[in-house]
């Protein structure tokens, strides 16, 4: 099987690069993996795109890339749409076109955080910004072509919020600020779920291939991704502070020197959703009727638990 992986230097990119190693080094029939960055291909050239995607000829198409600045898309919206609906619209174009399967990734910001309670996949899109209407757009585009499709091509679209990985991040400029600052102030009233990107490419992977690597078949459409439990941006950074902490981490902040704010008290470019959690029983179902319990596990996992992990290993690893 040949698997071609876009965005190979973002955080989701990094993270299937471990996760798809740890997976098919135990194989004696070894999947052909490219894992394909901006050098490699321009993601704004639909050209050079498609040419790529018709040499490699891949039968897994992994988009792990994407326009992520948010504040930024605010005034290059050409450039975000391009990465966030076009080039998504070609990968599943041949997706469609050669019986492929194509895994792509999207966000809480395509809705507008006015919902109580959990968003479903199939409630209304209203997204807020730039980067949500281009994700959005991304989401519909793929959408439209499989619609028109029977055959053995189907498509995953991951919806996910608030990833942190190998790179720049939430976790990583909280714990930054914390090395030189007193006191930090964070948003209390925004609430969604933080979610570790190897968590969702094992996640991903879970849904798409078998214990062999070869592809699975499941029902094509987009699926919640995030770990159990739900925070606040201020709840992320008390938990983070505290377990670098925890690990011996040189802070001049603790988590009782970090003032709670509201959002309208640190306005941004772009505006965002206030509330972005998402209900992952679509997915919890597809994985307990294959009656899976690692993977329900795997799901189940608790974001606070993974977090303390996360940032035990940036300890360990000298980076805090
Ligand atoms: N980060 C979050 O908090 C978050 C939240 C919800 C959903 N998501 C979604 O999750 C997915 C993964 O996000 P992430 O955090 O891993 O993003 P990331 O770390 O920002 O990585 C995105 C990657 O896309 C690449 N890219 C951007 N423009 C490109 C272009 N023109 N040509 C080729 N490559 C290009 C970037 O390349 P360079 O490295 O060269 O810049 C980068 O490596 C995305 O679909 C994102 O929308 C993320």
Not at 287 to 302: H, I, R, T, Y
Request: glycine residues 6%; negative net charge; charged residues 20%.
């Amino acid at each position: 099987m040949k698997i071609l992986v876009f965005g190979k230097d973002g955080q989701l990119g990094k993270a299937f690069q471990e996760v798809l190693g740890v997976r098919t080094s135990v194989l004696l029939a070894k999947p052909v993996v490219q894992f394909v960055g901006r050098t490699e291909c321009d993601l704004a050239n639909g050209e050079a795109l498609t040419q790529l995607l018709n040499q490699f000829q891949p039968q897994l198409i992994i988009n792990a890339s994407a326009y992520t600045e948010v504040d930024k898309a605010e005034t290059e919206s050409d450039l975000a749409f391009a990465i966030n609906a076009r080039a998504p619209e070609i990968m599943a174009q041949y997706a469609a076109d050669h019986g492929a399967t194509f895994l792509h990734y999207s966000t809480d910001y395509v809705f507008d955080g006015e919902k109580y309670g959990f968003y479903l996949e199939d409630d209304i899109r209203n997204p807020l910004g730039v980067y949500g209407k281009s994700k959005a757009a991304g989401e519909e585009a793929i959408a439209r072509i499989f619609a028109s499709n029977n055959d053995s091509s189907q498509y995953a679209i991951f919806r996910t919020s608030w990833v942190y990985g190998d790179g720049g991040n939430f976790i990583r400029t909280i714990l930054r600020l914390a090395m030189d600052r007193e006191e930090l102030k964070i948003i209390h009233d925004q609430f969604g779920v933080p979610t570790n990107a190897n968590w969702l490419a094992q996640v991903s992977l879970d849904l798409a291939l078998d214990e062999h690597a070869c592809l699975r078949k499941f029902i094509s459409g987009i699926y919640h991704a995030v770990p159990a439990g739900e925070t606040t941006w201020h709840g992320l950074a008390c938990l983070a502070v505290q377990a670098a902490l925890d690990a011996g981490a040189a802070l001049k902040v603790n988590p009782a020197s970090i003032q709670p704010i509201l959002a309208v008290e640190y306005p941004l470019p772009a505006p965002r959703p206030m509330n972005s959690r998402m209900s992952t029983d679509k997915l919890h179902q597809v994985f307990a009727s294959w009656g899976d319990m690692s993977k329900l596990e795997q799901l189940n996992q608790p974001w606070d638990e993974a977090v303390r992990s996360y940032v035990a290993n940036l300890a360990k690893d000298g980076l805090i």
